[in-house]
Nanobody
């Protein structure tokens, strides 16, 4: 079993910064990758960024040039540094783990979600 807890969300003015954390616990050897998702009000949840166990990263367009995904392997914690925030970044941010090191089926690989953390950016 692996669990994750997100933290670091809050209310910030446009142009400000926040750093989100996703702390994993349990059998963290199962983790092969991690993704940050966000769900704006009234919209679907979408993948924003991802990082693999070897440090390779992917950042989708909304975060390019402003957000940085990183990890501290020793702490089994993943981060999303968000700079120059805009009102359109307002969303619930969640982390999801890829447990490919332990599971081969899609359902169990991506079953681990945190509770989400709210980010609100005021104009």
């Amino acid at each position: 079993q692996v669990q994750v807890v997100e933290s670091g969300g809050g209310l910030v003015q446009a142009g400000g910064s926040l750093r989100l954390s996703c702390a994993a616990s349990g059998d963290t050897r199962c983790i092969s990758a991690m993704g940050w998702y966000r769900q704006p009000p009234g919209k679907e949840r979408v993948l924003l960024a991802a990082i693999t166990s070897d440090g390779s990263t992917v950042m989708r367009d909304p975060g390019k040039g402003r957000f940085i995904i990183s990890r501290d392997k020793s702490k089994s914690t993943f981060y999303l540094q968000m700079n120059n925030l805009k009102p359109e970044d307002t969303a619930v941010y969640s982390c999801n783990l890829d447990l490919q090191n332990c599971f081969s089926d899609y359902e169990r690989r991506f079953a681990t979600w945190g509770q989400g953390t709210q980010v609100t950016v005021s104009s």
